[in-house]
């Protein structure tokens, strides 16, 4: 009996370790901690000699990362309250790579993406403009709408196809972005190109974004990418060549990268990437001229070949998912040694059902439909190219 308790025990604390890292844990959604994009949370960065790289309305992290528009590469090494240093690693070869690719690169029209939309949705869907919208937070119908909506008819004024979910998350808080993980694998059902968190920050100077870009003011843009995330990597390279891109055509209007620790749900595409259109002591119009430059870019950046793996071919992001369906079968097995100490072959059998009726709603069922329709047009593809071929000969 003695060794049955064990067993229990340890099967226990093996199904909970499995949950919680298959889940990531809840606060690992988004940055854990404070919440983000309140002024009262904004922490100033400085380089070692004390001078001002960058100020954000987010928990800081050792470890998080800024590279900026000049491709300064600079990592957070001590975090005080809500002051920060921040050493000078060197320059970021992978973004100066792009920029020196753009230098050359003539604008051509968007590749052909097989009827693949860009998905748009926003986790803080209260934040607002205080000189435009009166308050800097309004609970489900926050100013960030129409910050989003002026991408969103920009992306198609450009004729890419946009799925825009403005599905609530209220309230603002630690949770958001676990309620807006169900928006995001929502959008997945469209086998999107990529996704778009449109946020703006808070930050309680107005000229820290402000800027004037290709003749007009605007509130400058920060792509944020979540550190804690195996996608981080193609999701970097596709924050690096959007900026790079975007501040080609209109410089100035990116003003950096932030690789915050926490995920932001971008573990779900490796074209995922949160963005923050000025601080909420702009005037909204500064944000939507601003992200109006930016989605002008997006349709280039997209049909862009990365000279190694394409950050949007199907190849990309597979690590992610292998440790994903690792972590599932670890779970599916501690679960189920679990549950047949407990409850029986009867019992077992009976939860196993349940968890079946789950998994067909769940994010990895999307992604093996997903599989399966992408083979099935790549199979038929090749049929049709077999014919042509043949007819030819």
């Keep these: 009996m003695e060794s049955v308790r064990i067993l229990k025990k340890a099967a226990g604390l093996l199904v909970f370790v499995s949950l919680c890292l298959a889940f990531h844990c809840p606060s690992v959604f988004g940055a854990g901690g404070r919440i983000e994009h309140t002024h009262e949370n904004t922490v100033r960065i400085y380089d070692q000699k004390g001078n001002l ?32 240093q921040a050493k000078l690693v060197g320059k970021d070869e992978n973004y100066l790579a792009w920029t020196d690719y753009f230098q050359d690169y003539a604008a051509v029209t968007a590749a052909n993406w097989g009827g693949r939309p860009v998905g748009v949705y926003h986790t803080h869907t ?14 489900f119908r926050g100013g960030i709408y129409q910050v989003g909506t002026e991408f969103v008819e920009t992306l198609q004024e450009n004729k890419v196809d946009v799925k825009y979910y403005k599905t609530p998350h209220d309230p603002h808080d630690n949770n958001a972005y676990t309620r807006s993980r169900r928006t995001a694998m929502g959008l997945l059902k469209s086998n999107p190109i990529a996704l778009f968190d449109i946020h703006r920050d808070g930050v309680p100077d107005p000229d820290f974004f402000k800027e ?8 400058q843009l920060r792509i944020v ?21 975007a501040n080609k055509v209109h410089p100035g209007l990116v003003k950096e990268i932030y690789k915050g620790q926490g995920n932001y749900n971008q573990d779900l595409l490796s074209t ?7 601080t909420y002591t702009n005037n909204k119009a500064l944000a939507e001229n601003g992200i109006k430059f930016l989605a002008e870019a997006v349709p280039i950046v997209l049909g862009v070949n990365n000279p190694g793996k394409g950050i949007t071919s199907d190849e990309a992001g597979n690590t992610g998912w292998n440790v994903a369906l690792w972590l599932v079968l670890l779970t599916l097995l501690a679960g189920s ?10 019992g077992t059998i009976d ?7 789950r998994f067909v709603e769940s994010e990895i069922w999307i992604r093996i439909q997903q599989i399966i329709l992408n083979s099935y047009r790549w199979a038929r593809e090749g049929i049709e190219n077999f014919k042509i071929s043949k007819n030819k000969q």
């Design 53 to 84: 790289v960058t100020m954000t309305a987010r928990k800081v992290f050792a470890g998080d990362e800024i590279i900026t528009a000049a491709g300064d590469y600079y990592r957070v090494v001590v975090v005080r309250n809500k002051d920060a």
């Design 225 to 245: 990418v979540g550190r804690q995330n195996p996608k981080m990597k193609s999701n970097m390279d596709f924050a690096s060549r959007l900026m790079a891109y």
């Design 337 to 346: 040694f679990f549950s047949i100490l407990n409850f029986g072959w009867k």
């Design 351 to 357: 939860g196993l059902k349940r968890l079946g009726r």
């Design 212 to 219: 004037e870009v290709s003749g007009e003011n605007v509130a």
């Design 272 to 278: 995922a990437i949160l963005l923050e259109a000025g």
């Design 126 to 139: 209260d934040e607002s403009y205080v000189p435009s919208d009166g308050k800097p937070s309004i609970p």
